[in-house]
């Protein structure tokens, strides 16, 4: 069955300690995303990355880090600089090549820092 | 220039009546243009794109329709459901910069029985 995983569906953290979402992909995708969605706010990039071993900031990289070692995964670090980290993350995934931009969608994980 | 407006916010319809959700753009190297629907606490996923090649797309209930020269784009949803209250967010992605989407902030549209 194909498609992109995200776990855990939700995530409990005290402030200042630092937290990794997971996402996995199956559809042999080269490029992957990370989004932040908040109530009234759509949907933000993260981070993206193109191709293993690289990746990119997007709007909203600051208190996030990202690694990109395997293709199929793309693990979301939440770490104690970031000043609002609760939220909903997506990862997405696509194609990333040959003008195909089609992205999809995990599950999404809800974090919730207290 | 990177901004993508959607509207309304929020959009109530009667069953069987007509839901239209609209979105504007400013930058012209804007090439791809999808919406998805998003239900409460799941992932969003896609639901109809267009490429401004064409002025209308249509999947069954749901049409897009493009208006290039005003950088408009609208989603219609024809014989709207219950099933299909959910939030819809256009987006739109220029490609040249690997393909990033700049999402709108969605419209969430309750339909009625």
């Known amino acids: 069955d194909g498609g992109i995983t995200q776990s855990p569906k939700y995530l409990f953290r005290k402030e200042g300690q630092n937290v990794t979402l997971s996402c996995e992909q199956n559809l042999n995708h080269d490029a992957m995303y990370w989004y932040r969605q908040d109530p009234g706010q759509g949907l933000r990039l993260i981070y993206y990355s193109q191709i293993v071993n690289d990746f990119q900031k997007g709007d909203i990289a600051e208190g996030y880090s990202v690694s990109r070692e395997k293709k199929e995964s793309f693990p979301l670090t939440v770490t104690s600089a970031q000043k609002n980290p609760t939220a909903f993350y997506l990862c997405?995934?696509?194609?990333?090549?040959?003008?195909?931009?089609?992205?999809?969608f995990g599950p999404g994980t809800r974090l919730t820092v207290t | 220039q990177q901004q993508v407006k959607q509207s309304p916010q929020s959009l109530i319809v009667q069953k069987g009546g007509i839901s239209i959700i609209n979105c504007a753009y400013e930058?012209?190297?804007?090439?791809?243009f999808p919406w998805y629907q998003q239900f409460p606490g799941k992932g969003p996923a896609l639901l109809i794109a267009i490429r401004p090649d064409v002025s209308e797309k249509k999947e069954g209930r749901f049409t897009i329709s493009f208006n290039k020269s005003a950088k408009q784009f609208s989603l219609h949803i024809m014989d709207s459901q219950p099933g299909d209250s959910a939030t819809y967010f256009c987006a739109a992605s220029s490609g040249g910069s690997q393909g990033n989407l700049i999402f709108g902030k969605g419209t969430k549209l309750s339909v009625k029985p």
């Open positions: 997405a995934s696509s194609m990333g090549r040959g003008g195909i931009y089609e992205q999809y």
């Open positions: 930058n012209t190297a804007f090439d791809y």
